[in-house]
């Protein structure tokens, strides 16, 4: 049962470097998204998607590009790295609740990124 | 700006004493969620209350929900060192986007041995 996997857990980048944050889910959820989290802020959607091939957008999504081909994967992209990206991010998955909300989220580990 | 906050930010407690934690909200919803987060993993679901539900129970959980005041509250009872983590409510970010969930910033709990 391996749930929600995200890689890599820790990640040094430079401004304007470029990486793509993994994430796969096990449980043929249809719902996918992505969260970053920062001290005194929550966190924050910044994508989701409800399907393969449906992607939309969260509260914060400028600076980043996701794609969803497959129900498994939904990887996060940094097309150009800037320090207010340093977070640590967070991908959740869950059920489609009659075909409207999304349901219990299950969460991965969580992927610390630092941007210099 | 948050749709669901929670206070306190932080909550201190001797072990086996009572810890009830509040979340209160903006829009409508169908559902609020709480999680938990012990430091430095991924947030684990605790318990789901739909919009037609005052109180649920879970184990030693307690959740209340006053839709007229878009107010909740957790209770844990007979908390013990295990229960330190960070709390959040989850609510949708805005009327009628059930697929865009936000969380406020926590309350930090600690239970002390």
């Known amino acids: 049962n391996a749930g929600v996997t995200q890689t890599p857990k820790f990640q040094v980048l430079k401004t304007g470097q470029s990486m793509t944050l993994q994430c796969a889910q096990d449980?043929?959820?249809?719902?996918m998204s992505w969260y970053r989290q920062d001290p005194g802020m929550g966190l924050r959607l910044i994508h989701y998607?409800?399907?393969?091939?449906?992607?939309d957008q969260g509260e914060v999504p400028n600076g980043y590009n996701v794609s969803r081909s497959t129900t498994e994967d939904f990887p996060l992209r940094l097309l150009s790295a800037a320090p207010s990206q340093t977070s640590v991010y967070f991908c959740?998955?869950?059920?489609?609740?009659?075909?409207?909300?999304?349901?219990?989220?299950?969460f991965g580990a969580g992927s610390r990124l630092t941007v210099l | 700006s948050q749709q669901g906050e929670e206070d306190p930010q932080a909550l201190s407690i001797q072990e086996g004493e009572n810890a009830t934690m509040n979340c209160s909200y903006k829009t409508s919803i169908n559902n609020l969620q709480w999680y938990r987060q012990n430091s430095g993993r991924g947030l684990v679901h605790l318990i789901l209350i739909r919009s037609n539900e005052r109180e649920k129970h879970s184990g030693r959980l307690r959740v209340t929900l006053d839709t007229s005041k878009k107010s909740s509250s957790l209770l844990i009872t007979a908390s013990r060192a295990a229960d330190t983590a960070s709390y959040f409510c989850a609510t949708p970010r805005k009327a009628g986007s059930a697929r865009q969930l936000t969380f406020g910033s926590g309350t930090q709990l600690t239970v002390l041995p």
């Open positions: 959740a998955s869950s059920y489609v609740e009659q075909g409207i909300a999304a349901n219990v989220l299950t």
């Open positions: 998607s409800v399907g393969a091939g449906i992607t």
């Open positions: 449980m043929n959820h249809e719902y």
